[in-house]
């Protein structure tokens, strides 16, 4: 029902800023959490950051918190992840979720239903 694009991927040395777009359509963007999620090779899917559906609420990694920030403009149907002193462990492909459920914010894989394709974030020393 609902499409998420990722955008603003790229390779960045470490301590240096990246942000993060996923542009949604398909369905109402403003009455669903979105939240972001990373994997790097050979491991598991991770949560990283979510939103609520109106942006009063965030949550974060404690290994982002402090460093990432989450927004979201619903008048554009967009989600952004703002990433300041990018480290090394960072680097992953980004995924973004939109929730799967009307006004419920979760953290975990199953409280979201769709998934965009991912945008690579590389980060070197």
């Known amino acids: 029902q609902v499409q998420l694009v990722e955008s603003g991927g790229g390779r960045v040395q470490a301590g240096d800023s990246l942000r993060l777009s996923c542009a949604a359509s398909?369905?109402?963007?403003?009455?669903?959490?979105m939240g972001w999620f990373r994997q790097a090779p050979g491991k598991e899917r991770e949560f990283v950051a979510v939103i609520s559906w109106s942006g009063g609420i965030t949550y974060y990694a404690d290994s982002v918190k402090g460093r990432f920030t989450i927004s979201r403009d619903n008048s554009k149907n967009t989600v952004y992840l703002q990433m300041n002193s990018l480290e090394l462990e960072d680097a992953a492909v980004y995924y973004c979720a939109s929730g799967n459920r009307y006004r419920y914010t979760g953290q975990g894989q199953q409280d979201f239903g769709a998934w965009g394709q991912g945008t690579q974030v590389t980060v070197s020393s």
């Open positions: 398909g369905r109402t963007f403003s009455n669903y959490a």
